[in-house]
């Protein structure tokens, strides 16, 4: 399969330079026409294995595979010129081993066009990012609420409060130490996110985090409202598309029983040009 053209003009060693500078703007996106939108004004675009609950109606992001996360990532590098298009590596593509983790992120990167790649995992993956870097893999480390350990952590519960604060603390040191270029923290408490920014050397990347944070992200889905089966709390909706197209579809619905579309000027005669 050949690569897409690339013409980024962000990369992993630009975003890892903007630690404590101004804010680094990211969103997830898995579509041409969205990524070109967010590519506008974020600096980061991540291809995330939301996706398979966002698009593909799964309950959890557990069954996504390579190759959903291939085909979207084609489709987002499509629409990315400025900003650093970073995918998702899924469950079970990465945890087994640090070879199995090369390989498959090295599949990714060359079949979509991606600049780098997004793993979960603190401590435990401090070998595995260690190993990508090494071998020319730039990794985004992802700790605090990792979803894809759902099962593991029994639900979509805050990471970090109380004593557990230094194990949240361990894992992001540990995945800057192994060469990560930057961190997601999801759903750990403000104060805990804002010591964490001001501890380690990368740029971290709140979601239900802090203002505090070098970055931050949310599902594009989420924020404008075009996904509404749940609402975290850390989501803001800038939009409400969700319901504006469905009262678009209401309408068109209601005019197509009436035979009031298509109109006149929907339609096309006998007699003019061809368009």
């Known amino acids: 399969m050949s690569r897409p053209a690339q013409n980024k003009a962000l990369n992993a060693a630009d975003i890892l330079a903007r630690k ?3 804010p680094l703007v990211c969103l997830t996106a898995y579509t041409t026409p969205v990524a070109k939108l967010a ?7 991540l291809v995330g294995d939301s996706v398979g609950m966002v698009l593909h109606g799964l309950t959890s992001t557990l069954d996504v595979t390579m ?9 987002v590098a499509r629409g990315t010129e400025r900003a650093l298009m970073v995918i998702d590596m899924p469950f079970g593509s ?11 992120a090295a599949r990714l990167m060359a079949d979509t066009g991606a600049g780098a790649v997004k793993l979960e995992g603190g401590r435990h993956m401090a070998d595995t990012i260690r190993f990508l870097t090494e071998r020319g893999i730039p990794v985004m480390a992802h700790i605090g609420l990792t979803p894809q ?6 639900g979509y519960k805050v990471q970090g409060r109380g004593t557990d604060a230094a194990r949240i603390r361990d894992d992001a040191q540990a995945v800057a130490d192994a060469g990560a270029f930057s961190v997601v923290l999801e759903k750990v408490p403000a104060a ?12 971290t990347v709140g979601i239900g985090a802090s203002a ?14 075009l996904f509404d089966a749940f609402k975290p709390k850390f989501v803001k909706r800038y939009a409400h598309l969700a319901a504006d197209a469905s009262a678009a579809i209401e309408t068109y ?14 339609v096309f005669t006998d007699q003019g040009t061809a368009s």
């Open 39 to 45: 590519d506008e004004h974020c600096d980061l675009v």
């Open 94 to 104: 990465y945890e087994e081993s640090p070879a199995q983790a090369f390989r498959n």
């Open 192 to 203: 805990l996110a804002d010591d964490i920014t001001a501890r380690i050397a990368i740029p």
């Open 149 to 154: 350990a759902v099962n593991a952590i029994g």
């Open 253 to 266: 619905a209601a005019e197509v029983r009436a035979r009031s579309f298509p109109a006149a000027e929907h």
């Open 20 to 22: 404590g500078a101004a």
């Open 212 to 225: 505090g944070c070098d970055g931050q992200i949310l599902v594009i889905d989420d924020m404008l409202g």
């Open 67 to 75: 190759e959903m996360m291939t085909l979207h990532g084609r489709a």
